[in-house]
């Protein structure tokens, strides 16, 4: 099996029984914030782009490029679709002019022309990716992949009951804005993304071990930032905090652990791996080009200063009322949401601010009303959610009639941000559900999760605690860490207080626990 690293997630995977590229993304995503890194642009795609079967994990822009899906790969590949909830991935690939769909059931390996083999196994929850993520595992003449990208799941069990992994590809990096963009001190900035990031690394290092394969690849990660007003994301300021690190990092960390087996592709590489071993080469030496990084962005952020002034210029709407706007198409879904507008709470507040943000003064000020289900002028109260964004991002969202305001104006780091007490889920899946099948979708699995009942209790050092992590049922066996009396699920990162069973990261999710030998306290209602 010979992979070839093609930028980020990207991978082009050929055998003998047919070729598979993988999430291929070249053109800046997230209002022209995010590039790959390293710059993958210069690639021979029409090439690499000639394949039997394409594949993309999820709708992230940094997975699916539409441009680059229309203008450089076969229409005469076949899609391997993820049984995701929704309709939209297959009909976005469908308006590119795809026509060719292997519907792949869930969790179940599929054979393919000679022999080749396929499983993909895909996320439903409205907090992985948009509305869904996947992972792909193939085999071919006793050769096993899994190209597990950004997915989280909770149990690699699936893949490894498969046959032993031959070539691990996961994500290690951030892909996130927190906490670079909320309005605090930079101390505490600092010690959030510090914390993040030793998160990150730790999750990573538990995949690989679940796993075992005989090589990991450091993929999906990070993206670079060559806007002048983000330059100071990239992880070359000697930041502790930053959470962008990159391959060469990944590397020292991983031989921290023990780690030996770690291989980087850069865009280009070509690893042939066997049952036996793998073998790769690349286009420049690995530990050069991390060497020279500050040079290769320099040159990047030159080249595509047009690209990113170009997209600039397309944003700006001033015919739209924003106001009007985001009265006619959020008021609806507000009047459908139970679930969602329950667990916001409270108003969310949006600030407008001018083109330039000359004095960060607010043009408009712009409250999404939850509990009253009302789009409205601010009107001076108090809000626990605020974001701050250039108005002229809010314009072309309602002018493109975007859906997903997190895969576009949240992840594009182009806002502030500012709350009280704990990060709130609900906030970002209302507004990543910005759309009637997205949103009734939403709804219906949380009131399918609310409804459940997870009866099984495990033992964590002094306590009994629910099996499943109430946030989005990871196995606490095996990702529940406790220390005193705080549980801590390394899926995610969520923290709970044990003598009370609530959440410390957000609102809700009340975790069901009490101490070894004594009895379990009469259920409380969750705040």
């Known amino acids: 099996m010979r992979v070839t690293g093609t930028g980020h997630a990207s991978m082009r995977i050929d055998t003998a029984a047919g070729s598979i590229l993988c999430d291929p993304w070249v053109n800046p995503a997230y209002f022209a914030s995010w590039f790959p890194f390293p710059d993958n642009s210069l690639l021979d795609w029409e090439t ?22 229309r203008d450089f790969v076969s229409k005469d590949a076949t899609v391997l679709l993820p049984e995701f909830p929704t309709s939209e991935m297959e009909d976005e690939f469908r308006a590119l002019g795809f026509t060719k769909f292997l519907k792949a059931p869930n969790e179940q390996v599929v054979e393919l022309d000679g022999g080749l083999k396929i499983m993909i196994q895909a996320l439903t929850s409205p907090t992985d990716g948009p509305i869904g993520d996947s992972s792909l595992w193939v085999e071919y003449d006793g050769v096993r992949l899994l190209n597990q990208n950004d997915a989280r799941p909770t149990d690699l069990g699936l893949f490894t009951e498969l046959g032993h992994v031959h070539a691990h590809l996961l994500q290690f990096s951030g892909a996130i804005w927190y906490p670079m963009v909320y309005e605090l001190p930079q101390s505490a900035k600092t010690a959030f993304g510090k914390q993040k990031r030793d998160r990150q690394f730790d999750r990573t290092w538990r995949y690989i071990d679940d796993l075992k394969a005989s090589h990991v690849f450091p993929i999906a990660g990070p993206p670079c930032f060559l806007d002048d007003a983000l330059w100071q994301f990239n992880d070359i300021h000697g930041d502790e905090g930053n959470i962008f690190p990159d391959q060469s990092v990944f590397l020292a960390e991983y031989a921290k652990v023990g780690g030996t087996n770690g291989i980087v592709l850069l865009p280009g590489s070509v690893a042939e791996v066997t049952t036996s071993g793998a073998t790769t080469t690349h286009p420049q030496p690995v530990e050069e080009f991390f060497a020279n990084k500050v040079a290769h962005l320099e040159e990047m952020r030159e080249r595509k200063r047009p690209v990113i002034e ?27 949401s139970i679930y969602l507008a329950k667990g916001v709470g409270g108003p969310v507040r949006f600030d407008l601010v001018s083109p330039d943000g000359s004095g960060g003064e607010s043009v408009e000020s712009i409250v999404v009303d939850f509990p009253g289900k009302e789009v409205r002028p601010y009107a001076d109260e108090k809000v626990r959610y605020r974001f701050r964004t250039e108005r002229a991002l809010i314009e072309y969202l309602l002018h493109i009639g975007e859906v997903d305001w997190v895969n576009s104006l949240f992840l594009s780091c182009r806002f502030s941000a500012a709350r009280i007490g704990q990060y709130n889920e609900f906030v970002y899946a209302f507004f990543k559900c910005l759309s009637t099948e997205r949103l009734q979708y939403a709804e219906g699995w949380y009131d399918e999760h609310e409804r459940a009942v997870d009866a099984e209790d495990i033992t964590l050092g002094d306590w009994v605690v629910q099996r499943r992590c109430p946030h989005l049922k990871a196995d606490l066996s095996r990702f529940g860490i406790v220390e005193g009396d705080q549980l801590t699920c390394q899926l995610h990162g969520w923290k709970f207080d044990l003598p009370s069973g609530r959440c410390l990261t957000s609102v809700g999710h009340k975790v069901r626990a009490h101490r070894v030998g004594e009895e379990e306290a009469t259920p409380q209602s969750a705040p």
């Open 48 to 69: 690499l782009g000639q394949v039997d079967y394409l594949y993309v994990s999820h709708l992230h822009r940094d997975h699916f490029d539409a441009k680059h899906l």
């Open 310 to 336: 170009a997209e600039k210029a397309s944003w700006r709407h001033p015919e739209i009322d924003v106001l009007k706007e985001m009265k006619r198409r959020i008021e609806p879904l507000l009047d459908e």
